[in-house]
């Protein structure tokens, strides 16, 4: 018996200090205990709620090592292209898991490289397309699985951490959600829980930090749960980096800077005064807004956006508008040339005046019908693109035609480029096509009509109501495509102190500067207390709305639940609930577990900007690390053989438990050890069970001796008296 405890006490399952102790064995045994405590975990992780082990850090080789392993299981799921969704069985989903936490990102790299090779291969473009569709499925269950496992952890290390295989530069290291907007997939974007970590990111639930060589992490802002009772307890100049509230300093600064725009281009002066000198400021902290997106965010992202198209224009425009103001103002002397350099610089100015109003249309993609129309607004201009430049080689074509039938004394290129626009705007001119060329102007001007307002003008309605339909078919995930594009286009920059333009000006001027001159830590207090006095104003305005939204969601007056007379219900399950309760709900889980622990005292203790890092605690595979999916399936049937047998063995411990003789519980527990080495699971996987099996026993003994010692103090006579 004593044998047995110490067999017990020295179980992985009651204390991990074994793996202490287990040091001073050799090589052999300290392998072997790893795979019995691994296999243990795999065997009862179902079993013990909120049970965590950190997976190892990711690793290039591993991204590079499982992008081979997701291409194989793909194309052999996906043999056709009438291949249903339901080919994503929860056995796929479990195998996916096994990959680690890398497997979603190797997913959306998969998409990636079926929808560039469907670009090049037309024949096999549906296959792909379909293979791609897919893949996206099981993406979004996988990540759904995930969530189950740890909530945090996946939204912080599985979507949002950058990852980059073997042979690739750090600096194109991307996340999950960032190649779905790259590959516009939709169906993995509009996910649920996709969307939670977007809007997580949007409110600044999930903050990006940078850390050194310029690396980026996701981690839980931890103010919520600090104890705040006044206004200036919620100030926090870190709630600037949220997205949500750049994006609100944007629109503020926007409109100011239009109205200055307004009242300067329609009060027109011979010197600039102080508002177009300050209009000038702010176009040039929105210049320098835009070389830091492409720098820290990389051309081809800048470029996706229609609106960073709208600003090179514009601020271009500006920038000429500003020479010639300055030229006139400040250089020329003859009042003529002055007078005409006005002329051209407030022409420049008015003409700007489309594309800034046009632009606002920007402000308001936060709703989801104007969002919706914006992209349809983005389709159309792609879909007319391609429409003009198809019409310019047809215009090409007749303009040289009509040039080359004009005789050589009369030939007017100004005359035929004319003729040909105005035909295809809807006023022909045929008297001029004949002036041009008696014989055959007529019938070639007839067939650039035919060809341009009856073809092409047809086929460009067709294109566009192609457009709007596709988009209105799937409005609710198109929106959501251009919502996660907005939100990942601030966290492209991920600057730990934001100023906004005009403000930017500051930063480049005055703060940067002694950054080779002060400590990381001083030049941090330097930058808090010039946004401190820069942008107190909005700072106390988020402070404010936290403080009441943070008063809603925890709100225990039940009164104040019941508005106009009937009592509001908020919501009835986990999947209708909102981004911010759901992290309320679990902050509040959290506390009351852990009130007197060293987190909880950190985070009630937090200082500005107190954020929590996640660990990812995912599934871990038992298997071979270059396990298939066959082989997974051949080794899951011998596990599940494994668990039924596990099960007998533990319903004949536990009878034999209830047994007062130590020989027959030793006879049973011999017994179920038996059964347990008998399944084919492999060596590792019974040692596990037998190591289980005993924990359990010597638990059920200790509880009998406690017994017996409690009814003798009771003086009742027990089975052995």
Same mark, same amino acid.
Request: charged fraction near 25%; include cysteine; glycine fraction near 4%.
């Given at each position: ?112 490289? &079926? ?122 100049? %870190? ?140 389709? &159309? ?41 105005? %035909? ?95 400590? $990381? ?26 403080? $009441? ?34 992290? &309320? ?20 203790? %937090? ?62 527990? +011999? ?13 590792? &996987? ?8 005993? +924990? ?26």
């Amino acid at each position: 018996m004593a044998d047995n405890e110490q067999d017990h006490e020295h179980t992985p399952l009651l204390q991990d200090q074994d793996n202490n102790d287990n040091e001073q064995h050799n090589h052999h045994d300290q392998t072997s205990h790893r795979n019995v405590v691994e296999n243990i975990r795999n065997l009862i992780e179902n079993e013990i709620p909120n049970g965590h082990h950190l997976n190892s850090s990711s690793t290039p080789k591993r991204v590079h090592a499982l992008l081979p392993r997701l291409f194989t299981l793909i194309n052999s799921l996906v043999d056709c292209s009438n291949v249903e969704d339901e080919v994503v069985t929860d056995e796929v989903v479990e195998y996916l898991c096994s990959l680690g936490q890398e497997v979603v990102y190797g997913l959306l790299r998969c998409i990636e490289s &079926m929808v560039a090779e469907g670009q090049r291969d037309v024949g096999r473009k549906r296959l792909l397309d379909r293979r791609a569709e897919i893949t996206q499925v099981a993406a979004a269950a996988v990540t759904k699985a995930f969530v189950d496992k740890d909530r945090m952890g996946t939204y912080c290390h599985v979507l949002s951490r950058p990852y980059y295989a073997v042979g690739e530069e750090r600096n194109t290291a991307e996340n999950a959600i960032e190649i779905a907007i790259r590959v516009h997939a939709t169906d993995f974007i509009a996910d649920i829980e996709v969307q939670r970590c977007v809007q997580a990111l949007w409110t600044g639930l999930i903050l990006q930090v940078e850390e050194d060589e310029s690396r980026i992490r996701f981690v839980e802002y931890g103010g919520l749960r600090r104890s705040r009772r006044g206004l200036l307890d919620w100030f926090d100049i %870190g709630r600037l980096n949220v997205p949500k509230y750049q994006n609100n300093m944007k629109i503020a600064l926007f409109i100011f800077f239009l109205a200055m725009y307004t009242f300067v281009v329609n009060n027109q002066s011979p010197n600039p005064n102080i508002i177009e000198w300050l209009m000038y400021v702010f176009v040039c902290g929105y210049i320098f807004e835009e070389f830091r997106l492409i720098f820290e965010g990389g051309t081809a992202f800048f470029l996706g956006s229609i609106w960073h198209w709208v600003n090179i224009i514009s601020y271009s425009m500006f920038m000429v508008s500003f020479s010639f103001r300055f030229t006139a103002s400040y250089i020329l002397t003859d009042k003529s040339k002055i007078v005409q350099y006005n002329d051209i610089a407030y022409d420049l100015q008015a003409l700007l005046a489309v594309f800034l109003w046009v632009k606002t249309l920007s402000l308001l993609d936060g709703n989801q019908y104007f969002g919706t129309m914006v992209m349809v607004l983005q389709k &159309m201009l792609k879909d007319g693109i391609m429409f003009f430049w198809l019409l310019a080689w047809v215009f090409i074509g007749f303009l040289q035609s009509f040039f080359a039938l004009q005789k050589a004394e009369t030939k007017d290129f100004n005359a035929a480029f004319s003729l040909l626009v105005r %035909g295809f705007l809807q006023d022909p001119d045929w008297e001029l096509a004949e002036v041009l060329d008696n014989k055959y102007g007529f019938w070639v001007f007839a067939l650039y009509l035919f060809l341009t307002s009856i073809i092409l003008l047809n086929l460009l309605i067709a294109l566009f109501n192609s457009s709007y339909t596709n988009i209105t078919d799937s409005s609710e995930k198109e929106y959501l495509a251009l919502f996660t594009f907005k939100v990942f286009s601030y966290l492209k920059s991920p600057d730990q102190f934001p100023y906004a333009a005009p403000f930017n000006l500051i930063e480049v001027f005055f703060v940067i500067p002694f950054t080779p001159i002060l400590s $990381k830590e001083n030049y941090k207090s330097l930058n808090r207390v010039v946004m401190g006095i820069l942008f107190w104003i909005p700072v106390l305005t988020i402070a404010y709305g936290e403080q $009441k939204r943070y008063e809603e969601l925890t709100g225990t007056n039940d009164d104040d639940d019941i508005q106009g007379g009937r009592r509001r219900y908020r919501h009835l399950t986990l999947d209708d609930i909102s981004v911010e309760d759901l992290f &309320m709900i679990e902050d509040v889980d959290e506390n009351a577990a852990a009130v007197s622990g060293e987190t909880a005292i950190q985070i009630a203790n %937090g200082e500005e900007g107190a954020v929590v890092d996640a660990s990812f605690t995912g599934w871990k595979s038992n298997g071979p690390v270059n396990e298939t999916f066959a082989d997974f399936q051949r080794r899951r049937v011998k596990e599940n053989e494994a668990r039924a047998k596990a099960a007998a063995a533990a319903a004949r411990a536990e009878e034999a438990s209830s047994s007062s003789d130590e020989d027959e519980r030793a006879d049973a527990a +011999a017994a179920a050890a038996a059964v347990a080495s008998s399944t084919s699971a492999g060596p590792a &996987m019974s040692e596990a069970l037998v190591q289980t099996l005993l +924990a359990s026993i010597a638990r059920m003994e200790e509880r009998q001796k406690e017994m017996e010692t409690l009814l003798k103090q009771l003086n009742v006579p027990t089975a052995e008296d």
